[in-house]
Nanobody
Framework: QVQLQESGGGAVPAGGSLTLSCVAS????????MFWVRQAPGKGLEYVSH????????GYSDSVKGRFTISRDNAKNTLYLQMNDLKPEDTALYYC????????RGRGTQVTVSS
């Protein structure tokens, strides 16, 4: 059974930082590209970032490039998202997923950034 469990969200002021984690199980994590997606209130799912199996190739949406860093620890089956210089527009429910579309994502972790 595939499981993705996100954690690390919270409420921070603009300019603050958070690190999200996602623990994976039920599939071969070390051979799976992984994604972070998010959904802001009243909006659709938005791609945030991705990482290849070895952690060497990463990608980011223009809205987070230079502020967010994705990484993974294959020994721990864990995906991370370091978020710096957070902005109110980053407020959303953040999910890890095995596909860019967010299909099969976990339950998410809430990030709220106040101005």
């Amino acid at each position: 059974q595939v499981q993705l469990q996100e954690s690390g969200g919270g409420a921070v002021p603009a300019g603050g930082s958070l690190t999200l984690s996602c623990v994976a199980s039920g599939f071969p994590f070390r051979t799976t590209w992984m994604f972070w997606v998010r959904q802001a209130p009243g909006k659709g799912l938005e791609y945030v970032s991705h990482i290849d199996t070895g952690g060497r190739r990463t990608g980011y949406s223009d809205s987070v490039k230079g502020r967010f860093t994705i990484s993974r620890d294959n020994a721990k089956n864990t995906l991370y998202l370091q978020m710096n210089d957070l902005k109110p527009e980053d407020t959303a429910l953040y999910y890890c997923a095995r596909q860019r579309t967010g299909e099969g994502r976990g339950r998410g972790t809430q990030v709220t950034v106040s101005s």
